[in-house]
């Protein structure tokens, strides 16, 4: 693996930093997240208009038809600057319609994504707060043409103003064929439709996110995305893909945060000397970065391996499992070294330090992956895919 970086990705590296450092200073990410939709309207039109949002889309579709790599390095960068937007959901949709969605699918939604900028969003866990398939309760009733959908979905990311959601549900159509087993189901569903109820929740990161309730929403059987009870394979890919894609964003908003801690500690003085002068605070830095450079590593090997398609489940486990906690651990210690101060809202340090729990929901927990990754080595299949009997 090679991990220098072509031109082209050296330029899309160099030109997002550029714009987001222009458009999103932190001033104006502390205004968004005051925001009831959690983002500025503007830059997301904006960030369409530069092709981000079609980034690794076909150029039949819209898109620039980058790699798997670059959209990392687009996420490192938006890690690195804060940036409240609807991107990553709508990736992570927008990556499993490229895999798993008709040809159909594809030409109606995907330039909708790439030209306009319509967002999207995923309804998959439940109050469990977890993302495994066995806690899915939701279900999905065959009526007419289609199906009913019947529950709520929790921490929804960005719904009030998404265009379409990716919902999971429990189906039983495997048993009405005869084999006698349930399947989960995903589904595309306009927010729009009857019985969709979209309500916003509370976070410390103020995110966005929301609760949304189904009652008896009907949907047809062509907005099946792919095949019917067979959308476990779906979520384990989203949830694999969306780890490596945190873990970017996580590895750019670590980066940022021992940016911030070292330029604090040199200007910050105690005893008439700088605070980076002292060996305990030096050594405290120096394992900051060492991990930080372990994570990268682990993130762009994964990046790389989508890029080549040929990913590996370890590898993308490893990244975010890595990214969970160097990200929580660079955002503390870096609070503790701006002393007090750290913990006001006027430092950007707060900012990063507030989304780390968000950041280790997205993608996966720690525990999701440790399995994953010891199921590899056992080869056997984790808990987390099974389907609720």
């Known amino acids: 693996m090679d991990l220098a970086l072509t031109k082209d990705q050296e330029m899309i590296q160099k030109s ?43 150029e039949e579709y819209g898109g620039s038809d980058g790699d798997f790599v670059e959209l990392a390095l687009l996420m490192e960068e938006m890690g690195r600057a804060l940036v409240p937007s609807p991107f990553f ?18 030409a109606k939604f ?131 893909q969306s780890a490596v894609l945190k873990a970017a964003e996580m590895y750019g908003g670590a980066r940022a945060v021992l940016e911030l801690t070292v330029n604090y500690t040199k200007e910050r003085k105690q005893f008439d000397r700088p605070l980076a002068s002292f060996q305990a605070v030096q050594h405290r830095l120096v394992n900051l970065m060492t991990e930080i450079d372990g994570l990268k590593y682990l993130v762009f090997k994964a990046a790389w391996g989508f890029a080549k398609n040929n990913p590996d489940r370890s590898i993308n486990s490893a990244a975010k499992l890595k990214a969970n906690a160097v990200h929580s651990a660079v955002c503390r210690q870096g609070m503790y070294l701006h002393g007090a101060i750290g913990w006001t809202e006027e430092m950007d340090i707060g900012l990063y330090h507030r989304q780390t729990r968000a950041m280790d929901f997205d993608g996966g927990s720690s525990d999701l992956h440790r399995e994953v990754i010891a199921c590899e080595m056992e080869k056997r299949t984790p808990l987390y895919k099974q389907v609720p009997a």
């Not at 500025?40 to 079609?54: A, H, Q, R």
């Not at 929790?154 to 087993?181: I, Q, S």
Request: glycine content about 10%.
């Open 110 to 240: 995907l330039p909708g994504i790439a030209e306009k900028g319509t967002t999207w969003s995923i309804a998959h866990s439940e109050r469990s707060g977890r993302l495994n398939t066995s806690d899915i309760e939701m279900m999905a009733v065959a009526e007419g043409d289609g199906f009913n959908l019947s529950g709520t979905k929790l921490f929804v990311p960005y719904a009030a103003t998404a265009g379409r959601f990716l919902v999971t549900c429990l189906t039983k159509a495997n048993e009405e064929a005869g084999n006698g087993e349930n399947g989960i189901t995903v589904f595309i569903v306009n927010p729009k439709a009857d019985g969709v109820r979209i309500e916003g929740v509370p976070t410390v990161a103020q995110d966005g996110r929301c609760e949304v309730t189904f009652e008896n929403v009907h949907v047809s059987e062509i907005d099946i995305l792919g095949s019917l009870g067979k959308g476990a394979d779906i979520i384990d890919t989203i949830i694999q």
């Open 89 to 106: 959901p709508t990736i992570q949709c927008a990556l499993a319609l490229l895999q798993f969605g008709s040809k159909e699918q594809k």
């Open 16 to 58: 997002s930093r550029e714009f987001f450092k222009k458009e999103c200073p932190t001033d104006a990410v502390r205004d968004m997240r005051a925001k009831d939709q959690g983002y500025d309207k503007k830059l997301w039109k904006k960030m369409v208009k530069l092709g981000y949002s079609g980034l690794v889309f076909p």
